[in-house]
């Protein structure tokens, strides 16, 4: 059973940085395989809205226009670790965090990369909180 398990967040004052982490378990990467692991996030009363995902394979990463130049996320060189360092932070930036992933599915279904349904697997979440 593959898990995803997050670290990172926290509280920050705007202009701030902070850095999230996810590690997924339990599978063996394939070089074949079409992974794509990122974040999503989810204010209170907004649904929830991709941030960042990069493609394990090729590298190719994808972002929300909102964190364009601000976030930057990366793997670690076993492709089972994503993370998420976000510079520049601000209040909007507040929410919930969750690791998302889709493995051994072949890709995202058709899905697009920011939408939830493409991905199989999740974090439990980690809170950002950016202060004014």
């Known amino acids: 059973q593959v898990q995803l398990v997050e670290s990172g967040g926290g509280s920050v004052q705007a202009g701030g940085s902070l850095r999230l982490s996810c590690t997924a378990s339990?599978?063996?990467?394939?070089?074949?395989?079409?992974?794509?692991m990122g974040w999503f996030r989810q204010a209170p009363g907004k649904e929830r809205e991709g941030v960042a995902i990069?493609?394990?394979?090729?590298?190719?990463?994808y972002y929300t226009d909102s964190v364009k130049g601000r976030f930057t996320i990366s793997q670690d060189n076993a492709r089972t670790t994503v993370n998420l360092q976000m510079n520049h932070l601000k209040p909007e930036d507040t929410g919930m965090y969750y690791c998302?992933?889709?493995?051994?599915?072949?890709?995202?279904?058709?899905?697009?990369?920011?939408?939830?349904?493409?991905?199989?697997?999740w974090g439990q979440g980690t809170q950002v909180t950016v202060s004014s």
């Open positions: 998302a992933a889709s493995i051994s599915r072949g890709g995202l279904n058709r899905y697009t990369w920011d939408d939830a349904r493409g991905y199989n697997y």
């Open positions: 339990g599978y063996t990467f394939s070089i074949s395989s079409s992974n794509y």
């Open positions: 990069i493609y394990t394979n090729g590298g190719t990463t």
